[in-house]
């Protein structure tokens, strides 16, 4: 898993509380994902997801000096 070669908190990228307004947005009959990419994939991640019919409800870009952040403290 990228996350543990890398040896980033993962709570430091993605919440709980990212996960759960992503669920109490969604209809009880949808399905949804977070994902984290590295940016540069973001437009053909989401191309792909798009391909396979899911709709892009939310997309946010975290700031590089968070990105910085979370890498610093994985040292």
Known sequence: MAR???RID???LLTDLD????A????????GAAVVVEHVWA???????RDLGAE?????????DEVD??????D
């Open 4 to 6: 543990a070669l890398l």
């Open 10 to 12: 993962s709570d430091t």
């Open 19 to 22: 996960l759960e307004v992503l």
């Open 24 to 31: 109490t947005s969604l209809a009880d009959d949808a399905q």
């Open 43 to 49: 437009t053909d991640v989401a191309e792909g997801l």
């Open 56 to 64: 892009m409800t939310m997309t946010v870009r975290v700031p590089v």
């Open 69 to 74: 952040a979370a890498f610093a403290s994985a």
